[in-house]
């Protein structure tokens, strides 16, 4: 009995170990990976958020080594005009109590931001420079940008984005629309493809918004129906689909998500979907019809 608990428990071992060591051979994906038919990219929501401070450089540090496809974070431009990476709240960037420091990022400098440490762990507060720096060639990005002062963040994103060639492993996203009429003109006049992803609330009931192609609707993972996606494909959009932090997740409901033909799936638990994804593709359904937009 013992021989076999200690063979089982290697085989655990060299699993776990080979099904990481082959995540991070994973191939960096690129803006048109996202509306790539019989695809699942699997994004994880602030890094590896559950086992590391949300939106640190530790965090997406492991999210890349984990094997995820792509990190969702977030944006907000500091008083001195830094761009830095926080969640925050209100339309200031309220500080949560995530850092040992209280306060609005848009109106405190980044001499004082960069001094704030996590409450645990005492990790950084990252600029957006910090983490293309990270990512580069690595693992795409989806950016969301919280600040509504567009005309004043825009040029600095994009300068930043040209600084380092970073246009085809970006995706940009936002409750504020305006960003999608810059990222179309940029786009259009430097011969782009940087997709904009419109931002919904959980139950929203505005009208979604389905006929802009080469873009993404991005919604609560509840409000994804089959008849939405197939509207969205037929429109030449991705299906991009958020988890509150609370939420469970599960093989059931990424099965569910993907049936229903979800691109994007943004991820608490982005190792666990990215095994299922892995296994639906590769094993269990190689006879699924393959999805046609």
Known sequence: MIIIKSICLILVILTTKNFKEGLRKNKLITTKDIFEKNKTIIEAHRGINREVIENTLESFSKAIDYGADSIETDVWLSKDNVLVIFHGSGENGQLNGLYDHWGNVTQTKWSELSSYRTIYGQMKMPTLQDVIKLTKNKIFLNLEIKDPRVNLLWPILIKLIEKYDYANQIAFSSFFYEYYNKTREYNMLNNKHIPFGFLYHKNDSNPFI?????????????DATKQLCDKAHENGMAVFVWFEMVDEENFEVYKDLIDKGVNIICSNEPALAKR?????????????RLRTF
């Open 210 to 222: 389905l006929d802009k192609k080469g873009n993404t609707i991005n919604i609560y993972y509840t």
């Open 276 to 288: 299922f994804v892995d296994k639906y593709y590769n094993r269990f359904y190689r006879k699924r």
